[in-house]
C-alpha cells in the first residue's frame, strides 16, 4: 500500500518496479506536507535525491502549474546535468508533463534566454549561475512562485566561500518569496546541527527537520598491501601499480582516486606501463578540457572502460556507470572524502561497496587504518563554519544592484538572515557599500572603481549600466591560477597548465598530460602549442594548498602510536618499525609533542612530530627557520609532510622549547606573512571574487599574468596608504585559514608549551626515516626519481633500524 502523500502515478511508477518508499523519502514527504525545510542525512545509494524532488514532483503531480517551481543547486556543473539525466527518465515513464532543464556556465546563451522568459518547472544549477540569475531586474518574477531549493552534496561546499554566496543567494530568494522551502542532501555530515543552522533562514536550527536515511550495508575497505611490505617513503602508493592493474583487469570498471592533479597523470603512466592486456583506462581530472572530461565521462556510462584515474571531480556524487572498486592512491586525508569515495562504487543501498586504500608510506599505512577505522564506526570529519567572507558579499551586493536600487536597512535584514552573516553590523555593511562604491579611500579618484552611487534618499544604484554587464561576465567564487590553454596546431584544446610550470618549459620539451606524452612546439602568453611524442616526459605541477590530513585523523594516528595493543592488526614491517622506535626513543602520548634532536649526514636535525597538516607544517618551518637564523642556529632547510617536520642547519638545537613560544604567532607571524607572497596571492584572490578587478572584458579575457600584475599594483598602493582596507582584512582572513592553516598551527603552539617532550638522539630514529628522505627531493614527482629515493631510504632505515 502506497504512503497517503504519494499521489498515485508516482505510486504506481514504484509499484511497477517492485520498489518501497523508504523511510527517508517519506521523512521529506511528511517535512514538506508540514511546511518545513529539511536536511536529508542519507548513505551513497539511499535514493537520495529522488527524496529531495519527490515533494516537488508529488505538488506538481496534485497541483499541475506554470512557472519555476524547484531550483537545484549542486556543487559540480556535470552532477547537475547527471541529475537531470536519472530525473528525466522516472518523469518519462510516469507520463508527467514536467519540464527539467539545467542552467550552468555552459549552457548556450539562447537557451538562459528563453528560460528567463519561458521557465521550465525544475531548475537544475550551480551557486554561481544562481547569483548571475538574481542579477537580472527580473528575477522578482522569474522566482515569485519559486516553492523550494534543493542543495545536494551540500557537505562540499556549505563552509566554504561557494557556500557563502548560495547562503546570500538563498536569503535573497526567501525575501522574494517568503514561503520558499529549503531541502539540503549529503551522505558525509558530521555534525548535523551545524547545517541545520547554515539551511535555516535566519540560522533558526528548529525551523529545519532533521531527516536520517536508513543505514546501507557495511562497505567492504581494505588495505592493499604487496607482499605484506609498505614503503617507507613516498605518497603515491605506485609501487603497487601492477596489483590495481590487476583489480581493474577483474571488475567491470574500477575508480582510482589520486588527492592531486599531478599523481594522477603519474600514477596513470604507471598503470599504463603495466597494463600488459592494453585495457582501456582513462583519466579524468580539472585541469582537462570540457570536452576532453565529457569524452571520458560517456566512454563511463557506455561501459567503454574498465578503469579510470581521477581526482576529486568525479568524487561527488556522479552516477557514471557501473562501478564495482574504488582504489584510494596513498592516504585519503580523510574519513567523510574516503566515505564519499567509497560510495561511487554500486551506488546501491543494500550492497557493500568495495574499496581498496594503498598508502604511499608507512606514517600513511597508520592513517590509511584509521580511516578504515573510521568508515566502519561510521565516523565524520567534523567541517568548520567561519564567519561569512568580505569579498563574496560585495559580490553579491553588486549582484543585487544590477537588479536594483538597494535600501540599507532591509539590504541588512535580508544579509544578516544568511547564517554566515548573522553578525554583520550596520558599520560593516556601510563600509562594503562604500567600498564597492569608490574601492576605498585609496582608490576613490579612479572612475572604474566606482560602481555604485549613493542617492539622496539613501539607496544605492549603480553608477552606469557598464557595471551590469561587467559583474556578469566575471562574477564567481572559483580563482584559478594563472594558466595557459594546451593546444594542439589544429586549435583543439587539451586543457590548461599553470603558468608557474609552463615557465620551466622550452621547446623540445616534453611533460605528461591527460595521459598522453607532449612535446612543446612554441609558447605565447596565453598558450602552449604542442604535439604527441613517444619520449619520456615530465609530470606537470600545479600549485595551490594541498589537501591536509584532517585533525579527525590525526588524533586516531596519535593513537595508534600510544596503543601497542592495536599494532598487533598491522603488516610485520609496520609493527618493527613502531617497536624498535619505543626501543630507540620513545612514542609519544596522544597529547605530547615529540621533538627529536639528532646529527646525521654532516648536519644537526630536529624533527617535531606534530600532525597538523602540511600546510601547518610549512608554515611553522618558516617560523622556526627564521627563529633559529636569530639566535645564530644557522639553519639550511626543512621539510615537511602531514605527520612531521624536519629542520636541519650547521648547529645543534639544545632547548627546542625556547622556539615554540606562543608568541611566535603574533608580530613574527604577521611579519613573515607579510613579507612572503601569500598575503599578496591572498588579495588576488579577493580582488578578482569582489569584483574590483576584472579578468574578462567583452571579446577578450585577462592572462593570469595581467591580473596578477593589476592586483599586485593595488595590493601595494592599500599596504601603504590604507592599511586597514576592506580587502586587505580579507586577504588576511584567507591567509590565516586557508593558506597556513593558522587553527590547527595555533593547536600544536598551545601543545609545545604544556607537553613538549625533547628526545636528543646520537643517530636518526626510526619514526623520523619516512621525512627525511624528502630532503632534496620534496618537489620531484617522477616514477624514477621515486625508485631513487625507495635506494635512499632503504640505507637511511638500515641505520635507523640498528638497536643501540
Known amino acids: 500500500m502506497s504512503p497517503p502523500l504519494l499521489p498515485a502515478p508516482i505510486a504506481d511508477w514504484f509499484a511497477a518496479r517492485g520498489w518501497r518508499v523508504r523511510s527517508h523519502q517519506l521523512g521529506m514527504l511528511e517535512a514538506a506536507e508540514a511546511g518545513h525545510h529539511a536536511l536529508l542525512v542519507a548513505p551513497t545509494g539511499a535514493g537520495k535525491t529522488l527524496a529531495g524532488f519527490l515533494p516537488s514532483l508529488a505538488d506538481l503531480v496534485t497541483n499541475p502549474a506554470e512557472g519555476l517551481h524547484s531550483l537545484y543547486v549542486s556543487p559540480l556543473k556535470a552532477l547537475a546535468v547527471d541529475v537531470q539525466r536519472n530525473l528525466l527518465t522516472p518523469i518519462s515513464e510516469m507520463g508527467l508533463p514536467i519540464r527539467v532543464e539545467t542552467r550552468t556556465g555552459d549552457t548556450p546563451s539562447d537557451r538562459k534566454a528563453r528560460q528567463r522568459t519561458r521557465p521550465p518547472h525544475m531548475l537544475l544549477t550551480t551557486p554561481e549561475s544562481l547569483s548571475l540569475l538574481l ?246 570529519d567534523a567541517d568548520i563554519f567561519r564567519p561569512g567572507a568580505r569579498d563574496v558579499l560585495a559580490q553579491h551586493i553588486m549582484a543585487l544592484a544590477c537588479a536594483e536600487p538597494l535600501e540599507p536597512g532591509a539590504l541588512l535584514k535580508e544579509i544578516r538572515s544568511a547564517a554566515p552573516y548573522a553578525d554583520m553590523t550596520s558599520l560593516e555593511l556601510k563600509a562594503q557599500l562604500e567600498f564597492i562604491a569608490h574601492g576605498g579611500y585609496s582608490l576613490r579618484v579612479y572612475d572604474r572603481f566606482q560602481r555604485l552611487t549613493e542617492l539622496p534618499d539613501g539607496t544605492w544604484r549603480l553608477s552606469h549600466p557598464k557595471f551590469a554587464q561587467q559583474h556578469r561576465l566575471n562574477a564567481g567564487i572559483m580563482v584559478d591560477q594563472p594558466a595557459l590553454d594546451i593546444r594542439f596546431a589544429n586549435g583543439r584544446k587539451l586543457g590548461t597548465v599553470e603558468e608557474g610550470f609552463a615557465a620551466t618549459l622550452s621547446p623540445g620539451d616534453t611533460f605528461y598530460f591527460a595521459g598522453t606524452s607532449l612535446e612543446v612546439v612554441r609558447q605565447s602568453e596565453s598558450e602552449l602549442l604542442v604535439r604527441a611524442s613517444h619520449k619520456s616526459a615530465r609530470i606537470p605541477s600545479w600549485g595551490g594548498t594541498r589537501m591536509a590530513m584532517t585533525t579527525h585523523l590525526a588524533c586516531r594516528v596519535r593513537n595508534f602510536l600510544a596503543s601497542p595493543e592495536e599494532w598487533k592488526r598491522f603488516p610485520d614491517d609496520v609493527h618493527e618499525w613502531l617497536d624498535m622506535q619505543r626501543h630507540r626513543s620513545v612514542l609519544p602520548r596522544p597529547d605530547q609533542l615529540l621533538i627529536e634532536t639528532f646529527p646525521h649526514d654532516k648536519l644537526h636535525h630536529m624533527v617535531i612530530y606534530s600532525f597538523e597538516g602540511w600546510n601547518a607544517h610549512q608554515s611553522l618551518g618558516m617560523l622556526i627557520t627564521r627563529r633559529m637564523e636569530n639566535l645564530g642556529l644557522m639553519p639550511t632547510g626543512f621539510v615537511s609532510n602531514d605527520y612531521a617536520l624536519a629542520i636541519y642547519g650547521l648547529k645543534p638545537v639544545t632547548n627546542p622549547a625556547a622556539l615554540f613560544s606562543p608568541d611566535i604567532l603574533d608580530a613574527e607571524f604577521i611579519e613573515w606573512v607579510e613579507s612572503s607572497s601569500l598575503l599578496k596571492r591572498a588579495f588576488r584572490d579577493v580582488a578578482v571574487i569582489s569584483g574590483l ?37 580579507a586577504a588576511w582572513a584567507d591567509a590565516r585559514a586557508r593558506m597556513t592553516d593558522v587553527g590547527r598551527l595555533g593547536d600544536l603552539i598551545d601543545r609545545a608549551a604544556a607537553t613538549l617532550l625533547h628526545v636528543d638522539l646520537p643517530r636518526v630514529s626510526p619514526l623520523a626515516v619516512p621525512v627525511l628522505i624528502m630532503i632534496g627531493r620534496e618537489h620531484v614527482a617522477q616514477g624514477e626519481a621515486e625508485d631513487t629515493m625507495l635506494i635512499e631510504a632503504e640505507e637511511l632505515a638500515r641505520i635507523a633500524m640498528q638497536p643501540d
Open 135 to 380: 542579477s537580472y531586474p527580473d528575477s522578482f518574477q522569474f522566482f515569485a512562485n519559486l516553492k523550494t531549493i534543493i542543495v545536494d552534496e551540500v557537505h562540499a561546499f556549505a563552509a566554504e566561500k561557494r557556500g557563502d554566496l548560495l547562503s546570500l543567494s538563498m536569503a535573497r530568494l526567501q525575501a522574494i518569496n517568503p514561503s520558499l522551502r529549503r531541502v539540503a542532501l549529503s551522505a558525509t555530515v558530521a555534525e548535523p546541527a551545524a547545517y541545520q543552522r547554515w539551511l535555516a533562514p535566519d540560522g533558526r536550527e528548529k525551523d529545519v527537520s532533521l531527516v536520517e536515511g536508513e543505514p546501507g550495508a557495511p562497505p567492504d575497505v581494505q588495505i592493499l598491501i604487496p607482499e605484506n611490505q609498505v614503503p617507507w617513503s613516498g605518497h603515491s602508493g605506485i609501487y603497487a601499480a601492477r596489483q590495481v592493474m590487476a583489480e581493474i583487469a577483474k571488475n567491470r570498471l574500477t575508480l582510482v582516486f589520486c588527492n592531486t592533479r599531478s599523481l594522477a597523470e603519474l600514477v596513470f603512466q604507471e598503470l599504463w606501463s603495466a597494463n600488459d592486456d592494453t585495457l582501456p583506462i582513462g583519466i579524468h581530472h580539472g585541469s582537462l578540457s570540457r570536452e576532453a572530461r565529457r569524452k571520458v565521462e560517456a566512454a563511463m556510462a557506455e561501459g567503454r572502460l574498465k578503469g579510470l584515474v581521477a581526482t576529486a571531480s568525479l568524487d561527488l556524487g556522479i552516477d557514471w556507470g557501473d562501478v564495482d572498486c574504488v582504489i584510494q592512491m596513498g592516504a585519503p586525508k580523510g574519513s567523510s572524502r574516503l566515505l564519499q569515495r567509497i560510495g561511487r562504487a554500486n551506488h546501491r543501498l543494500d550492497e557493500s561497496s568495495k574499496a581498496l586504500l594503498i598508502p604511499g608510506n608507512r606514517f600513511e599505512y597508520l592513517e590509511a587504518q584509521a580511516a578504515l577505522d573510521a568508515v566502519q564506526e561510521g565516523a565524520r
Open 693 to 729: 578587478i576584472e579578468r574578462h572584458q567583452p571579446g577578450n579575457r585577462k592572462t593570469g599574468r595581467q591580473v596578477s600584475f593589476s592586483t599586485d599594483l593595488i595590493y601595494d598602493v592599500l599596504r601603504r596608504y590604507e592599511p586597514d582596507h576592506l580587502l586587505l582584512k
